[in-house]
């Protein structure tokens, strides 16, 4: 299977939010907040395609003034363990020109803590509350200097 990377196009945020709300429910983004993103950051919200075109995951970023974040990152679930969350990390890094980029990632979720760590992240921090439902989420950073 041949994946690439591209920035999304507008009309492909449907299928976005579809694959969000599979992959993230009850968690996932409201379909406004994906078009927020959209119109804030587009030129960091990805998309990995096979040679057919489907759409296999996505990872949207973002910045300010001293920091980049990974704000999102999906993979289909039928998809997972061939590269394409690792490509659509890359991908993004590159864009990136900011030395500290930041995320947050459920503790119990192995697989993208895996990814984080081999791109070389580091937890620097663990919060209990972190979106004040009581739901943990490790912060990860990556020091971005060396790019």
Not at 57 to 84: D, F, P, Q, V
Request: charged residues 25%.
């Amino acid at each position: 299977m041949i994946i690439t990377t591209r920035k999304i196009e507008v009309y492909e945020i449907n299928e976005i939010f579809e694959i969000d709300k599979k992959e993230f429910e009850p968690m996932n983004y409201p379909l406004f907040v994906l078009k927020q993103y959209y119109d804030l950051f587009s030129e960091l919200f990805l998309v990995a395609e096979n040679e057919n075109k489907d759409i296999l995951g996505y990872i949207i970023g973002g910045t300010n003034n001293s920091e980049g974040w990974i704000l999102s990152l999906a993979t289909k679930s039928e998809y997972r363990g061939h590269g394409i969350g690792t490509k659509l990390c890359k991908s993004l890094l590159n864009l990136i020109n900011i030395d500290c980029i930041l995320l947050t990632v459920h503790p119990d979720n192995s697989g993208a803590i895996h990814i984080y760590e081999k791109l070389g992240f580091k937890t620097s921090a663990r919060k209990e509350n972190y979106y004040g439902d009581h739901s943990p989420r490790n912060i990860m950073k990556l020091d971005n200097t060396h790019k």
